[in-house]
């Protein structure tokens, strides 16, 4: 069984910064696709950035380029988002993700390339 367990969240101002740790449990971490996505209310889950399983490449969703930093340490079995220059259209319950078997790091921006989820984790950026 596999369970993904979020940490990081919380209370920013804007221009702030958080990050967001999210570990892995109950499979071989270090070979799978990893990813992030957000869900504000009212709208759809979508993607913010994924990381192939050694590390590079990443990718990111345009609202995130140049703020975010998504990061892996497979020793630990635990992938990152450092999110930095948050703004209030940042707040979201963000998820972390791990993918399917067969899933590449150019599939990784849909939400079904993903076989499990951690519980979610809320960030509110405030102005």
């Known amino acids: 069984q596999v369970q993904l367990v979020e940490s990081g969240g919380g209370l920013v101002q804007a221009g702030g910064s958080l990050r967001l740790s999210c570990a892995a449990s109950?499979?071989?971490?270090?070979?799978?696709?990893m990813g992030w996505f957000r869900q504000a209310p009212g709208k759809e889950r979508e993607f913010v950035a994924a990381i192939a399983w050694s590390g590079y490449p990443t990718h990111y969703a345009d609202s995130g380029k140049g703020r975010f930093t998504i990061s892996r340490d497979n020793a630990k079995n635990t992938v990152y988002l450092q999110m930095n220059s948050l703004k209030p259209e940042d707040t979201a319950v963000y998820y972390c993700?791990?993918?399917?078997?067969?899933?590449?790091?150019?599939?990784?921006?849909?939400?079904?390339?993903?076989?499990?989820w951690g519980q979610g984790n809320q960030v509110t950026v405030s102005s």
């Open positions: 109950g499979r071989t971490f270090s070979s799978y696709v």
């Open positions: 993700a791990q993918a399917r078997t067969s899933a590449t790091i150019a599939q990784a921006t849909g939400v079904n390339a993903y076989e499990y």
